[in-house]
């Protein structure tokens, strides 16, 4: 079962830039990858999603501010987070699936938090 270790997140203010990277035990080529976010007492909500075939997919939330993307070769997959506001405070966990549905692994998450 391929493991995931995010990392990167960290303290930013509003209006800065912070970049997470997620790390696979295993081979994320055939596979689409995405990012998910949990803030305190609310559910864990779909950020974005990299698929096999190059599409990428955001909530509306995050759509020109935020940049998903991959490297094969590093069995990696990044989040790129610009424009970053309070709302965006959260711990971050990448998740490796299909097309059709998330996966069932997840990562211990990384922790982001927007605030002046």
């Known amino acids: 079962q391929v493991q995931l270790v995010e990392s990167g997140g960290g303290w930013v203010q509003p209006g800065g830039s912070l970049r997470l990277s997620c790390a696979a035990s295993?081979?994320?080529?055939?596979?689409?990858m995405r990012w998910y976010r949990q803030a305190p007492a609310k559910k864990r909500e779909f950020v974005a999603a990299?698929?096999?075939?190059?599409?990428?997919y955001y909530t509306d939330s995050v759509r020109g501010r935020f940049t998903i993307s991959r490297d094969n070769a590093k069995n990696t997959v990044y989040l790129q987070m610009n424009s970053l506001k309070p709302a965006d405070t959260a711990v971050y966990y990448c998740?490796?699936?299909?097309?059709?549905?998330?996966?069932?692994?997840w990562g211990q998450g990384t922790q982001v938090t927007v605030s002046s």
């Open positions: 998740n490796i699936g299909t097309i059709g549905r998330p996966g069932e692994t």
């Open positions: 295993g081979s994320i080529s055939p596979y689409t």
């Open positions: 990299d698929t096999t075939g190059g599409n990428t």
